[in-house]
């Protein structure tokens, strides 16, 4: 809790800094942008057993965004994840040896953030973003061999597939026109550490 009253109280702070732009350009009010982002925070806990190991395929997290911007500084609007991942589960990993089971695991994420454009020039705009929400996750066993091996099932209570949400995003470049932009961020959260993705605005209407 302490955390998210910092991140939201500093970009207080940066948005107070924007004010201050003197160009002349204003964002679309609406925007929607999708992206790609890889070490995404949605990386489960759960693991099959202590002293078993996975060879990880971690896809990355792909994620779709709507912005409604109030000023051509304030933008709010909701965040969509997606982030798929496969495990196998070897008894020795290092030679491939004694197939214990493939995991499939997956993770659904809804979150609300706050978006402050703190330099708007005619083709690059500087901003910071902020998110929370809640994710939900599923997972599936294949190739188990339960005659072999015991594995420690997680809970199959809704409740327990339920997790706190966030992103946080200290700096983000977007380069294009006002219509349509190539962007990259840095941050960390369910975007991922370092995301690239297009962003579109609609025309406003005269």
Avoid at 119 to 147: F, R
Avoid at 179 to 184: K, L, P, S, V
Wanted: charged content about 20%; overall charge positive.
């Amino acid at each position: 809790m302490k955390k998210s009253v910092f991140i939201i109280c500093l970009l207080a702070l940066l948005s107070g800094g924007a004010f201050a732009q003197i160009d002349t350009i204003r964002s679309n009010k609406n925007e929607f942008s999708i992206g790609y982002g890889v070490m995404p925070s949605s990386s489960f806990r759960y693991k099959p057993g202590q002293h078993y190991y996975p060879l990880g395929e971690n896809v990355g997290a792909i994620y779709a965004t709507y912005t409604r911007r109030l000023t051509k500084v304030i933008g709010i609007g909701a965040t969509y994840c997606f982030d798929p991942r496969v495990y196998t589960y070897y008894e020795k990993p290092s030679t491939k040896e004694g197939l214990i089971c493939r995991l499939g695991e997956s993770s659904h994420t809804l979150m609300f953030h706050l978006k402050i454009n703190w330099l708007n020039t005619k083709y690059v705009n500087l901003y910071s973003k902020v998110g929370q929400g809640i994710m939900a996750w599923g997972y599936n066993l294949k190739e188990y061999q339960t005659d072999v091996y015991q594995v420690n099932m997680p809970s199959n209570k809704f409740i327990d597939r339920i997790d706190y949400a966030y992103q946080f995003v200290p700096i983000g470049v977007e380069i294009g026109t006002k219509r349509c932009a190539g962007f990259i961020q840095c941050g960390i959260g369910m975007e991922g550490m370092i995301s690239i993705g297009f962003r579109y605005g609609l025309k406003d209407k005269e």
